[in-house]
C-alpha cells in the first residue's frame, strides 16, 4: 500500500445483478498479477464473492475490496452487488470510493433498476465512466448498448473505443482507440498496434468527431471551442487532458469496452484502456472532497463544523466504518476508509456515531483500541503496517463500532455526516425453532444489525412478534440464511399479523359478577358499567359516577384496573380495545369477601358484557404511502393500490419522467409491497410509508379475521 494518496485511486463497481461486475474484477486482478488465476462465479472460486451465501447463490450480496497494483497506482476496487435489495452496500461503496465504473452488459443494455443505480451514483456527484462488458458474447451489440446508455445517462457518456470483431463471426478482437486513432489487435500472442483498417475508417472518424465535441463541450474552455468552431486541429494531447479533467470533475463520462471473460494471449480485451483511465483520469483521494465533519463535545452534541481537513497522513485521524462482518475465528472486521490522518494497529480511538452518549473521559466506553489492520482480497487478510489518509483498510476487533460511525482520536473527537440508508419496507415475521434457538437468536440478531444497517429489528408490542424488516425477498433470505450457518441458529417465518385494534360502534351497559364462596373467604363484587365510543375513536377514558357508597371507595382503582386489562384482550378478536369511554355507574360489596381481585374479575366481566353488545367493530391501520415511478408505469401503480383498498390523494412530476403518487392505503394490503411493487414497476420505483391512522376495517374482512382468530 502506498503512503502517497495521489497513486491511490478508490473506484466503486456498479451496476445490475449480471452485467458482469464480479467477472470484471477477477479479470483486473488476474490481468494486474494480483491473482494467479481469475476465479469463477459458477465454481465460487472468486476472490469478491467468497461469503457462503454468495457462493450457494452465485451472486454478489456483500460489498466487498478487492485491491491491485497497476503502473505505480494502488487501486483499490470496491465491488457492491447490483440487486436492488443490496443498496445499503452500494452507497456504503460510493461513501468509501472517489469515483464509480458502471458496469453495462453488452448483451442485456440498460434497464430500468441500472438506470436508478446510475442516479444513486449521481445524487452524490461521484465522478463515472461506463464499462460495457461481455462484448465477446455471440449476442453483444455494443452500438445498441451504447446507445441504450446515451439515451438513459445522457449525451456526455460517449465511447473512448470501438470493440472491432475477428471477421469470422467470432467476439470481438481488438479495439479502436478514437484519440489515438490506432488499432488494438488482441488476436495474435500479445497486444499490438496497427493503423485503423480501411474497412472501419469511416465509423472511427464519426465516433471521434462525436467524442472531440463532447470533450470541448465538458472542458469549460471558451477559447478551446472557439478554436473547435473555427476550424482549427485541437492535439492529442490536449484532449486527453481536458479529457481527464472532465472526468475527474464528473461532467464527462468515456465509456470502455471489455471482454472480461476472453480468453486471449494477450490478456484481456481491454484492461489495459479501462486501467489507464482509471490511472489517469479518475480523481484520487487529494482531489475528492470530504464529507462534512462537526466536533463533537463533552456531552456528546455535534459542535461546529471542521473544514480545516485534508486528505493528509499527518492530520488529525477521521476514518468512517463503511461495511462491519463478522468472521467465526477472528470475530468482527470492519472495512474502514481513511479521510485523513494514519490508522495504525493497537491504536487507541474514538468512535462517534449511533446516538452515543459521549462523556468526554479518555476512558470511557466509546474509546476502543484497533486491532490488526489488513487489506482484503478475498479470503486473505494480508497484514498491514499502518493505513494513511486515502486508503482502505480492515480493522479488527472493533467490538462496538457499526456501520456508518466515525473514529478519530480521543484528543479530537469528530462525527462525519452519515450518508442516507434506504429504509427497510419489508417486514417478516420469526420464531424460534427449539429454545437452545431462542436463547441464542438475541445476540445472532443484534450481530446482524449491527453488520447491515439496512436490517432493523422490531419486537412489536401490540402484536407479540419478533420482526425483522428488510429491503427485500432476497435481502430477508440471505439474513435467515446468515441466521442459520453463521451462528446456527434456526429460526421459522410465521404469518405477519397487522396490530388491528377494536372499538364499539354504539352504547349499552354491562353487568360483571364474580360471587364465589369456597368455605372460607370467598369473592364478592358486583359491578354495572356503560360502554360507549369516544368522539376522536382512539384512547380510552374511565368515569366514576358511584354515589352512595355502592361500590367502596377502595375498589374503585380495581374495577378500572380490570376493565383496562380486559380492554388489552378485546372482546371479538384478541385486539386491544381502544376508542371507548367506560362509566362506573352501580354496584354491590360484602363487608368480608369483597377484594381487589374480586372487583378487578367484575370490571374485566362488566366490560365484556357491554362492549359485546355495543355492536364491537375492528379497526385496521391505515398507511400514508408516496411511490416514486417513473411515468410509463403511473397507470400500473394506479389500478393496483386500487385493487388494494387504497385511495389516491394526488401525483406530480419528480425530475424527468418521474412520478409521485401519494396515496392511503390499509396496511393489511402492503405487507409485501416492496415485493409487488418491484414486479409491477420492473424494479423501478420506490416507496415510503408511515402510519396515519386506524379506521373501520370492512365487514367481509372482519369477519374472516375474527373467525381465523377464534380458530387460533
Same mark, same amino acid.
Given at each position: 500500500m502506498t503512503n502517497n494518496a495521489g497513486n491511490v485511486? %478508490?473506484?466503486?463497481?456498479? @451496476?445490475?445483478? !449480471?452485467?458482469?461486475? $464480479?467477472?470484471? *474484477?477477477?479479470?483486473?486482478? !488476474?490481468?494486474? @498479477?494480483?491473482?494467479?488465476?481469475?476465479?469463477?462465479?459458477?465454481?465460487?472460486?472468486?476472490?469478491?464473492?467468497? &461469503?457462503?451465501?454468495?457462493?450457494?447463490?452465485q451472486r454478489s450480496v456483500n460489498l466487498t475490496l478487492v485491491p491491485f497494483e497497476h503502473e505505480g497506482v494502488t487501486v483499490n476496487l470496491l465491488d457492491a452487488p447490483g440487486y436492488a435489495d443490496f443498496t445499503g452496500d452500494l452507497r456504503a461503496g460510493l461513501r468509501a470510493a472517489d469515483s464509480a465504473l458502471f458496469v453495462v452488459s453488452a448483451t442485456d443494455g440498460v434497464d430500468g433498476v441500472t438506470q436508478m443505480l446510475w442516479e444513486e451514483c449521481a445524487a452524490v456527484g461521484m465522478p463515472r465512466a461506463v464499462v460495457i462488458t461481455k462484448i465477446d458474447h455471440q449476442r453483444a451489440d455494443f452500438a445498441a448498448a451504447l446507445e441504450a446508455c446515451r439515451a438513459a445517462f445522457g449525451d456526455a457518456v460517449l465511447p473512448l473505443y470501438l470493440p472491432v470483431t475477428s471477421g469470422d463471426g467470432g467476439g470481438a478482437s481488438g479495439l479502436i482507440g478514437l484519440l489515438s486513432e490506432q488499432l488494438y489487435d488482441y488476436s495474435g500472442p500479445k497486444r499490438e498496434t496497427a493503423p485503423v483498417p480501411s474497412s472501419?475508417?469511416?465509423?472511427?472518424?464519426? *465516433?471521434?468527431?462525436?467524442?472531440?465535441?463532447?470533450?470541448?463541450?465538458e472542458? /469549460?474552455?471558451? $477559447?478551446?471551442?472557439?478554436? #473547435?468552431?473555427?476550424?482549427?486541429?485541437?492535439?492529442? /494531447?490536449v484532449l486527453i487532458k481536458d479529457l481527464e479533467k472532465a472526468v475527474a470533475r464528473g461532467s464527462f463520462y468515456p465509456v470502455l469496452a471489455v471482454a472480461a471473460s476472453a480468453s486471449s494471449g494477450s490478456g484481456v480485451i481491454g484492461a489495459a484502456e479501462l486501467l489507464e483511465v482509471v490511472a489517469k483520469g479518475f480523481p484520487s483521494p487529494l482531489e475528492h472532497p470530504l464529507p462534512k465533519v462537526s466536533a463533537v463535545s463533552a456531552a456528546g452534541v455535534p459542535g461546529q463544523a471542521v473544514g480545516d481537513l485534508s486528505c493528509d497522513p499527518d492530520g488529525p485521524l477521521l476514518a468512517e466504518v463503511v461495511k462491519t462482518t463478522s468472521d467465526p475465528y477472528v470475530g468482527r472486521i470492519s472495512l474502514v476508509r481513511v479521510f485523513s490522518g494514519t490508522l495504525r494497529p493497537d491504536q487507541h480511538v474514538h468512535v462517534s456515531g449511533h446516538g452515543r452518549v459521549e462523556r468526554g473521559h479518555p476512558d470511557h466506553d466509546d474509546d476502543e483500541r484497533t486491532g490488526a489492520l489488513t487489506t482484503p482480497l478475498g479470503k486473505q487478510q494480508r497484514p498491514l503496517p499502518e493505513c494513511p489518509a486515502g486508503s482502505i483498510c480492515a480493522v479488527a476487533k472493533l467490538t462496538t463500532a457499526e456501520t456508518g460511525d466515525t473514529l478519530s482520536s480521543r484528543e479530537k473527537p469528530l462525527l462525519m455526516e452519515p450518508w442516507t440508508m434506504p429504509e427497510p419496507l419489508l417486514p417478516v415475521a420469526i420464531v424460534a425453532k427449539s429454545k437452545a434457538d431462542e436463547d441464542k437468536l438475541s445476540q445472532a440478531?443484534?450481530?446482524?444489525?449491527?453488520? &447491515?444497517? $439496512?436490517?432493523?429489528?422490531?419486537? %412489536? *408490542?401490540?402484536?407479540?412478534? +419478533?420482526?425483522?424488516?428488510?429491503?427485500?425477498? *432476497?435481502?430477508? !433470505?440471505?439474513? +435467515?440464511?446468515?441466521?442459520?450457518?453463521? #451462528?446456527?441458529?434456526?429460526? &421459522?417465518?410465521? /404469518?405477519?399479523?397487522?396490530?388491528?385494534?377494536?372499538?364499539?360502534?354504539?352504547?349499552?351497559?354491562g353487568l360483571g359478577r364474580n360471587v364465589k364462596q369456597t368455605g372460607g373467604h370467598g369473592e364478592y363484587g358486583i359491578c354495572h358499567v356503560k360502554v360507549e365510543p369516544l368522539p376522536d375513536a382512539s384512547g380510552f377514558e374511565f368515569v366514576d359516577k358511584i354515589v352512595g357508597g355502592v361500590v367502596p371507595r377502595q375498589f374503585i382503582p380495581s374495577v378500572e384496573k380490570g376493565v383496562r386489562a380486559q380492554l388489552e384482550q378485546g372482546v371479538l378478536a384478541g385486539y386491544p380495545m381502544t376508542g371507548v369511554r367506560v362509566t362506573l355507574f352501580d354496584g354491590k360489596a360484602h363487608s368480608v369477601d369483597s377484594s381487589d381481585m374480586a372487583f378487578q374479575k367484575a370490571g374485566r366481566a362488566a366490560l365484556k358484557d357491554a362492549a359485546e353488545k355495543a355492536s364491537p367493530k375492528l379497526l385496521e391501520p391505515v398507511d400514508e404511502v408516496s411511490i416514486l415511478v417513473p411515468d410509463e408505469y403511473v397507470g400500473a401503480i394506479m389500478s393496483d393500490l386500487s385493487g388494494r383498498r387504497g385511495r389516491v390523494l394526488g401525483t406530480e412530476s419528480v425530475g424527468v419522467g418521474r412520478t409521485l403518487i401519494r396515496a392511503e392505503v390499509p396496511e393489511l394490503e402492503i405487507t409485501r409491497y416492496s415485493i409487488d411493487l418491484r414486479s409491477v414497476s420492473h424494479g423501478t420505483g420506490s416507496f415510503t410509508r408511515s402510519y396515519l391512522r386506524h379506521e373501520p376495517l370492512p365487514s367481509h374482512l372482519a369477519g374472516k379475521v375474527a373467525a381465523a382468530s377464534r380458530t387460533e
Open positions: 485511486r %478508490n473506484v466503486v463497481l456498479v @451496476g445490475h445483478s !449480471g452485467s458482469g461486475k $464480479t467477472t470484471l *474484477a477477477e479479470a483486473l486482478l !488476474g490481468f494486474t @498479477g494480483a491473482i494467479q488465476r481469475p476465479g469463477r462465479i459458477e465454481d465460487g472460486t472468486t476472490a469478491s464473492d467468497f &461469503d457462503e451465501v454468495e457462493i450457494r447463490q472501419e475508417a469511416a465509423r472511427a472518424e464519426a *465516433a471521434r468527431d462525436e467524442l472531440i465535441e463532447g470533450i470541448i463541450t472542458s /469549460e474552455d471558451e $477559447t478551446l471551442m472557439e478554436r #473547435y468552431l473555427g476550424g482549427e486541429p485541437v492535439s492529442t /494531447e440478531l443484534s450481530r446482524l444489525v449491527a453488520e &447491515d444497517p $439496512t436490517m432493523r429489528l422490531e419486537m %412489536n *408490542a401490540e402484536t407479540r412478534q +419478533l420482526v425483522l424488516w428488510c429491503m427485500g425477498e *432476497a435481502h430477508s !433470505g440471505v439474513m +435467515l440464511d446468515r441466521l442459520s450457518s453463521r #451462528y446456527g441458529v434456526s429460526v &421459522d417465518t410465521v /404469518e405477519l399479523r397487522v396490530p388491528l385494534r377494536e372499538t364499539v360502534s354504539g352504547s349499552a351497559q
